[in-house]
């Protein structure tokens, strides 16, 4: 089933654009600027002032003048579309009933300009206005060019047009927000406000003392303080709990010392080569270790009042002021990415609890399957449905799946007798909804031959997934879509960008920059949520909860984004794969939200669209420098400050000096174009802070440009991947974003929520895990050698902290701990098998050392598990997968991304990037088989195994006195031992089969190295003995 209103298809290079709608033709536009009136067929035409001609204001449906005369003159004057009676427009003869009219003559005021002129700086001053500067910035406001102060913005309304229809200008001012509920002088609350008796200055009635006071105004005044307290807050780590962490930590660091101290003192005479190599990864660990410990220091926790946003930006009786949100859903293949997650994910997007007028949800279709196109129209019709039910009766979780499979009580907490009904029939419904997604997965197995052809005979544009023009379909949203109650419902599009041969795609990262310039254009919210395929939102309000901080008057303004944990909801009691990985996101996030904010994971983050477009955050006025002259240091001088001040890399953009909450004055229109591309539109919507599309385009000129915006050659010569968006040159393209926006001075927030906001599907194998795994690690390793690394990136700005700067270098070298990590792990081994070991004989003082020292590694985990609340089989499982991931996973990826370096080199296993031809978004590694990435873990814990058999055999055979050692190198050995073998074993055990080829070439492997060690024994002194030449003893 199709979209009833049509799917926009085109490429701006070979300037074609074609509408197809249900059961029609194509019909290919022949004039991209004109307009065909509905009714005769021919151009609308133009006015005398060369603007298109609009005759009806309300709905702007596209007629002629001589039908919009015939109409006034012969038919029932009125719009065909709408019923809205004509309005006489200039220079129409009057017919019966332009009397009632409260309109003034036009004949009357033709020549008077003025009442325009003032009109248009009236509306000058209000965008400026409301971009937070006042009638006091007149003389600013002169200064800037016609083309910036010329801007207009206006709220999206909930009819946006799906074909070539002209729609009339209308001219919305964006609404200004004030950080309090104090209205300005004159309007109509602070009349009433002052007819009660009260001021700014108190609350005392006319006439009266002050000695009494109006209960009314006593509510009134406690609504007004309940909306001038902040949204949000921090709320620290008590001091009970935080204190004795870093006091075991400070221990631990004096102890590592003093350990480390003595490794190298005292080395190991009959064995040097094993001594150097332990002390060499046993300094690296502790230097990791050190590095992991300092965005530890200063964790927070933090909390929403959802209450407080209600009371003011959602006052009962007036429209919301809420900001719009564009919600961007990135999904590749449909059939590795099973649709039916798709859509319970967009179901809940839908569904979500904020006012329907500013939700815009974006899919991102970079395969340009025809199954996602389908099953994305079968998710607008089930919303209807869906979409109410959910809000009638306030469910949790929105997504149908989930829901429908919850073994709760359903009938906790309602109270309408007619929700058993309506529940089950939507569970009926629901469950058709899947057959008919399983339908459509089933016909899209086998692609036909001729390719597939849509439902009006027209081939798909996308049949040839490398060469392939840009879609566009809005599903909802165009004023006519509501749901079975006669609501109306948020908008929904489908994005397909166009693919050429020879035109990099960059992947994920070029589908969400791509996204992020539709967005701009159709709706542009002043911020975005991004979330994969599979990540649906578990709680309704998680949108509200980011909009706590992102439009807090204190401290709103310089926060860039709000990551949300990641959670998921079909891992295994045990969680043997550690997806949950808690360690990291209750631990080391909540200590970098102490800092400058929590790296960009991915998903689950709410972004302000200025950030993503490269801008800086606003800064205060500061206080002027003193310069004192040589002479007399006692008296100094103001230093006179320069109207603008350069703060961007390459200096061209300027900022404002002393202005409060302003954005970059002058860029050339040259800058602007290389920055954002050539779009004039986009670039007008990236100026517009607080969101909106201009009123002055049309809705042809929005479809034109949208399409002309995810062309295949539009970044090229832009910043678009080097600064702007999503950055390109990583598979790990989130850490490189955030980064990027810490160091232009922006923040992020850590969010929280009780009820947690997003979950989604985890790796529930072994196999997996690793393959994801191993993405990061490759992806960090690109960054660290890259010219972003945050070792040697972005001194001279000096807005990154330092301590955010170490978090950054921990995130992108932990990769490298693999090589001393394997390294280590493979000691125990040689030890055991060549009756040597890394330590000298220990005396008192090193027991007492190495005793204390494990004990301050028990406490620290212990005290950290304490105040993040994070569980010991958590932590535990995060120390078993450093150590298989490290040696594995990690190790891969450190080869990888140094052979990648070297110039003509390729090797057999290149992991595919995202979005590729043949790979989905999670699975980038088919090509490099995950039986390989088990072959290391497999055989450091076979020879281990080895070397604890051939050491116990070797103690019997020596007696006793060999016991003593013997304990010391088995205890070495089971550090590895006891982390590996669960992972291992329950790959094995719950599968009951496992590939034969990993446990060949793991035995052979440890076979080989054993046999060959204890011949070679390189790590071990040869003693020389007599020449046997010259005593002639057969030895």
């Known amino acids: 089933m199709e979209a009833r209103a049509g799917l926009v298809a085109g490429s701006h290079d070979r300037n074609e654009l074609v509408v197809i709608r249900s059961h029609e033709e194509p019909k290919a536009l022949k004039s991209l600027d004109g307009q065909v009136c509905e009714i005769c067929g021919d151009e609308v035409g133009l006015t005398a002032n060369g603007d298109l001609f609009v005759a009806c204001d309300e709905c702007?449906?596209?007629?002629?003048?001589?039908?919009?005369?015939?109409?006034?003159?012969?038919?029932?004057?009125?719009?065909?579309?709408?019923?809205?009676?004509?309005?006489?427009?200039?220079?129409?003869?009057?017919?019966?009933?332009?009397?009632?009219?409260?309109?003034?003559?036009?004949?009357?005021?033709?020549?008077?300009?003025?009442?325009?002129?003032?009109?248009?700086?009236?509306?000058d001053g209000y965008v400026l206005h409301g971009k937070g500067r006042g009638p006091e910035d007149e003389d600013a406001n002169s200064q800037l060019s016609p083309g910036m102060t010329g801007l207009r913005s206006r709220h999206v309304s909930s009819e946006f047009p799906l074909s070539s229809t002209g729609y009339g200008e209308q001219t919305l001012l964006p609404k200004r927000v004030h950080p309090y509920s104090i209205s300005e002088t004159g309007s109509e609350r602070w009349d009433e406000k002052k007819e009660d008796g009260w001021t700014d200055g108190g609350k005392m009635k006319r006439g009266n003392l002050g000695l009494e006071h109006d209960d009314a105004n006593d509510l009134d005044m406690a609504e007004l303080d309940e909306t001038r307290q902040p949204l949000s807050r921090k709320v620290c780590i008590a001091m009970g709990k935080l204190s004795p962490y870093r006091m075991a930590v400070a221990a631990r660091l004096i102890l590592l010392v003093?350990?480390?101290?003595?490794?190298?003192?005292?080395?190991?005479?009959?064995?040097?080569?094993?001594?150097?190599?332990?002390?060499?990864?046993?300094?690296?660990?502790?230097?990791?270790?050190?590095?992991?410990?300092?965005?530890?220091?200063?964790?927070?926790?933090?909390?929403?009042?959802?209450?407080?946003?209600?009371?003011?930006?959602?006052?009962?009786?007036?429209?919301?002021?809420?900001?719009?949100?564009?919600?961007?859903?990135?999904?590749?293949?449909?059939?590795?990415?099973p649709p039916l997650l798709t859509a319970n994910t967009i179901l809940s997007i839908l569904a979500v609890d904020y006012p329907v007028d500013k939700i815009s949800c974006y899919l991102s279709d970079d395969r340009a399957s025809m199954l996602t196109f389908e099953s994305l129209s079968e998710i607008a019709e089930f919303a209807r449905k869906w979409v109410p039910f959910c809000k009638k009766f306030s469910i949790e979780p929105r997504t149908p799946e989930l829901y429908f499979s919850l073994k709760v009580d359903y009938l906790k907490d309602k109270v309408q007798p007619t929700f058993v009904k309506e529940r089950r029939t939507m569970k009926r419904e629901y469950e058709e909804f899947k057959v008919r997604i399983n339908a459509l997965v089933a016909k899209a197995a086998k692609v036909p031959p001729e390719g597939w052809i849509m439902q009006n005979g027209t081939p798909w544009p996308g049949n040839n997934t490398k060469d392939h023009p840009g879609m566009i379909q809005v599903f909802l949203g165009n004023g006519l879509d509501l749901d079975a109650e006669g609501n109306e419902l948020p908008r929904l599009v489908y994005v397909s960008r166009e693919k050429r041969p020879g035109f990099q795609d960059h992947k994920k990262a070029g589908a969400m920059n791509a996204l992020i310039r539709v967005s701009g254009v159709l709706t542009n919210a002043p911020f975005v949520l991004n979330l994969d395929y599979d990540q649906y939102i578990n709680n309704s309000k998680a949108i509200r909860e980011a909009m706590c901080f992102l439009m807090d008057p204190r401290v709103g303004k310089k926060v860039c984004y709000v990551q949300f944990p990641q959670r998921f909801d079909d891992t295994d009691r045990r969680d043997r794969c550690t997806n949950r990985n808690a360690v990291f996101f209750d631990i080391y996030m909540k200590g970098l939200d102490g800092i400058q904010g929590p790296v960009y994971v991915g998903t689950g983050c709410v972004f302000r669209r200025q950030a993503l477009y490269g801008y800086d955050p606003p800064k205060g006025p500061k206080r002027p420098k003193m310069e004192s002259c040589s002479c007399c240091p006692c008296f100094g001088r103001h230093k006179k400050l320069p109207l603008y001040s350069k703060h961007s890399e390459n200096g061209d953009v300027l900022h404002l000096q002393g202005k409060d909450n302003e954005k970059e004055p002058l860029m050339s229109q040259m800058n602007f174009e290389k920055k954002f591309g050539p779009s004039?539109?986009?670039?007008?919507?990236?100026?517009?802070?607080?969101?909106?599309?201009?009123?002055?385009?049309?809705?042809?000129?929005?479809?034109?440009?949208?399409?002309?915006?995810?062309?295949?050659?539009?970044?090229?010569?832009?910043?678009?991947?080097?600064?702007?968006?999503?950055?390109?040159?990583?598979?790990?393209?989130?850490?490189?974003?955030?980064?990027?926006?810490?160091?232009?001075?922006?923040?992020?927030?850590?969010?929280m929520p009780k009820r947690t906001a997003f979950k989604g599907s985890a790796q529930i194998n072994l196999p997996n895990r690793l393959n994801q795994a191993m993405l990061w690690a490759l992806g960090s390793v690109e960054i660290f050698l890259s010219r972003h690394s945050p070792v040697c990136y972005s001194y001279k700005e000096g807005k990154l902290k330092w301590i955010e700067r170490l978090a950054y270098i921990n995130m992108t070298m932990y990769p490298f701990t693999s090589l001393p990590l394997f390294t280590y792990c493979t000691l125990p081994a040689i030890c055991l098998l060549t009756d040597k070991f890394i330590l000298p004989q220990i005396s008192t003082f090193a027991g007492f050392l190495f005793m204390a020292l494990i004990i301050s590694i028990c406490a620290t985990g212990v005290l950290e598990m304490k105040w993040s609340g994070v569980s010991i089989q958590e932590w535990w499982r995060n120390e078993q997968f450093w150590i298989i991931g490290g040696i594995s996973s990690n190790l891969c990826a450190v080869v990888q991304g140094l052979l990648k370096k070297l110039p003509g080199v390729d090797t057999n296993f290149t992991i595919v990037s995202e979005a590729s031809d043949d790979e989905d978004f999670g699975g980038r590694l088919y090509t490099f088989k995950w039986t390989t990435l088990?072959?290391?873990?497999?055989?450091?814990?076979?020879?281990?195994?080895?070397?604890?058999?051939?050491?116990?055999?070797?103690?019997?055979?020596?007696?006793?006195?060999?016991?003593?050692?013997?304990?010391?190198?088995?205890?070495?050995?089971?550090?590895?031992?006891?982390?590996?073998?669960?992972?291992?074993?329950?790959?094995?055990?719950?599968?009951?089969?496992?590939?034969?080829?990993?446990?060949?070439?793991?035995?052979?492997?440890?076979?080989?190295?054993?046999?060959?060690?204890?011949?070679?024994?390189?790590?071990?002194?040869?003693?020389?003995?007599?020449?046997?030449?010259?005593?002639?003893?057969?030895?």
């Open 680 to 751: 004039a539109i986009f670039v007008t919507s990236t100026l517009m802070e607080q969101g909106g599309v201009p009123p002055s385009s049309s809705p042809d000129t929005l479809l034109k440009e949208a399409i002309r915006v995810i062309s295949c050659s539009y970044e090229d010569k832009t910043e678009w991947g080097s600064e702007l968006g999503w950055m390109y040159g990583s598979i790990t393209e989130d850490i490189l974003t955030g980064f990027r926006m810490h160091c232009r001075g922006w923040r992020s927030i850590y969010c």
């Open 258 to 337: 003093l350990f480390v101290r003595y490794r190298i003192l005292n080395p190991v005479h009959d064995a040097i080569g094993l001594w150097l190599t332990a002390v060499i990864c046993e300094i690296w660990f502790s230097i990791s270790w050190i590095i992991d410990q300092f965005p530890k220091w200063f964790p927070i926790d933090r909390e929403t009042y959802l209450d407080r946003l209600a009371l003011r930006y959602e006052r009962e009786g007036e429209p919301s002021e809420l900001f719009p949100v564009d919600i961007f859903v990135s999904a590749v293949d449909p059939m590795k990415e």
């Open 934 to 1035: 088990l072959i290391p873990p497999t055989t450091v814990l076979i020879i281990n195994l080895v070397g604890v058999v051939a050491g116990i055999s070797d103690a019997i055979n020596n007696g006793s006195q060999a016991m003593g050692p013997l304990i010391g190198k088995i205890f070495y050995s089971l550090w590895v031992i006891v982390p590996v073998y669960p992972f291992l074993k329950g790959l094995m055990g719950r599968q009951n089969k496992t590939s034969t080829i990993v446990i060949i070439w793991s035995v052979l492997l440890a076979s080989i190295f054993s046999l060959v060690w204890v011949r070679v024994d390189p790590f071990v002194l040869t003693t020389k003995g007599p020449d046997t030449k010259q005593c002639g003893i057969d030895c």
């Open 60 to 123: 702007g449906f596209p007629v002629c003048r001589p039908c919009y005369e015939y109409e006034r003159r012969e038919g029932n004057q009125s719009c065909p579309q709408c019923n809205t009676r004509y309005k006489r427009l200039k220079g129409s003869p009057r017919v019966q009933g332009d009397e009632d009219e409260e309109d003034v003559d036009d004949i009357e005021h033709e020549f008077k300009v003025e009442d325009e002129n003032n009109k248009q700086n009236h509306l």
